[in-house]
């Protein structure tokens, strides 16, 4: 796996991990979690399903990116680490957190019929994470299929 892909998840990750963290600030001194696209994101934020056994989704959210942060931070000093195991694991890790966020979307989108941006951007990074994973598994290749869209989307 190429270095400049671990710094890739790195940065993303960390991405995730300040929306975590903005989250929580807002909710820890109770002030209103304004979105980027003008969507009311505290009736999410404090809906009955921003816990998950009685932890707030905002920091579990934090301890995944925070893992996926450091893990590739690791790899980056140090290459070698990164061995298929390592890789399976996180690759397991990412498939629970982007089910658990589809979940979550679905639940925003069918349940609440409120959207939180911060939540979606967030769903976004690991669906980014899962797929760049997905890449090195080897289940397939990232910049091929980008390059097919490109040139499709070019070609309309």
């Known amino acids: ?25 807002k909710k820890k001194y109770g002030h209103p979690l304004i979105c980027p696209i003008g969507a009311d994101c505290d009736p999410v934020i404090y ?3 921003s816990q998950l056994f009685r932890i707030p989704l905002e920091t579990v ?12 931070g ?3 000093v140090a290459p070698g680490l990164h061995s298929p195991g390592a890789a399976l694991v ?7 957190a982007l089910l658990f966020s589809i979940y979550l979307t679905g639940i925003q989108a069918f349940v609440l019929k409120q959207w939180c941006t911060w939540c979606l951007f967030s769903a976004a990074i690991c669906l980014i994470v899962f797929l760049i994973e997905f890449q090195f598994a080897g289940f397939f290749d990232i910049v ?13």
Not at 90 to 96: F, G, H, I, K, S
């Open 47 to 49: 809906s009955k399903y």
């Open 61 to 72: 959210g934090a301890i995944y990116y925070t893992i996926i942060v450091l893990t590739y």
């Open 90 to 96: 996180l690759l397991e890790l990412t498939t629970v």
């Open 1 to 25: 796996m190429s270095i400049y892909f671990y710094v890739i998840i790195t940065i993303t990750a960390f991405g995730g991990l300040s929306i975590a963290n903005l989250i929580h600030r």
């Open 144 to 156: 091929k299929v980008a390059k097919q869209l490109l040139a499709i989307t070019l070609e309309i």
């Open 74 to 76: 690791a790899f980056q």
